[in-house]
């Protein structure tokens, strides 16, 4: 796998530059992401969430899978992404 899905890529920041990577995703064959969340906790207008996640082609095949940390904050009531962080445990091919 190459490109921003592979292991390795620079931050990316905003709604736009998130759907491209998306976009980018799926430009790789990927057309699933499956996530769990294995440990969650709040605190006021914070919270945390870490797990696992998968992503897969059409078939169902695990393209890369690994592990993520996600924090939010609210925001005028909606809880909104303030940083998510993915690192693989797949080898790069």
Do not use: C
């Not at 059409?58 to 996600?70: I, S, Y």
């Amino acid at each position: 796998m190459a490109g921003r899905a592979a292991g390795w890529q620079e931050a990316f920041n905003g709604r736009d530059e998130l759907m491209a990577n998306l976009a980018e995703t799926r430009e790789l064959g990927i057309s699933r992401i499956e996530l769990a969340v294995t440990e969650a906790a709040s605190h006021g207008d914070t919270s945390w969430g870490r797990g696992t996640y998968s992503l897969m082609d059409a078939e169902g095949n695990v393209m890369q899978a690994g592990k993520r940390l996600n924090v939010s904050t609210r925001v005028d009531g909606a809880w909104l992404i303030h940083r998510d962080i993915w690192n693989t445990d797949t080898p790069d091919p």
